[in-house]
Nanobody
Framework: VQLQASGGGLVQAGGSLRLSCVASGRGFSTYAMGWFRQAPGKEREFVAAISASGDDTDYGWSVKGRFTISKGDAKNTVHLQMNSLNAEDTAVYYC???????????????WGQGTQVTVSS
């Protein structure tokens, strides 16, 4: 399984970015897809997740109300719309896919390579 994330970049505080992730390969099933981030010197943090059906979403407390996760039109595609960005959102953002039933805040089976998001203040 390969996950390809895109859409990162440099943005000013208060601005917006949209990340996208596509999962490809054979022989896997999708329970949920999610986004995590890791800033320098910090632990990896849960950002958002969405069920395979798109009916259920979950957000980390630091992004709730500012970020929106959604399913793409293509199978196994997700987007993360990030609004009102601030310097604390600067991190490498990773897309992940979970095959097994369970909490969408962890236990992911497959990870993408990450995309850098930098917010200038």
């Amino acid at each position: 399984v390969q996950l390809q994330a895109s859409g990162g970049g440099l943005v000013q505080a208060g601005g917006s970015l949209r990340l996208s992730c596509v999962a490809s390969g054979r022989g896997f099933s999708t329970y949920a897809m999610g986004w995590f981030r890791q800033a320098p010197g910090k632990e990896r943090e849960f950002v958002a997740a969405i069920s395979a059906s798109g009916d259920d979403t979950d957000y980390g407390w630091s992004v709730k109300g500012r970020f929106t996760i959604s399913k793409g039109d293509a199978k196994n595609t997700v987007h993360l719309q990030m609004n009102s960005l601030n310097a604390e959102d600067t991190a490498v953002y990773y897309c992940a896919l979970r095959e097994r039933i369970g909490s969408v805040r962890g236990g992911y089976d497959h990870w993408g390579q990450g995309t850098q998001v930098t917010v200038s203040s």
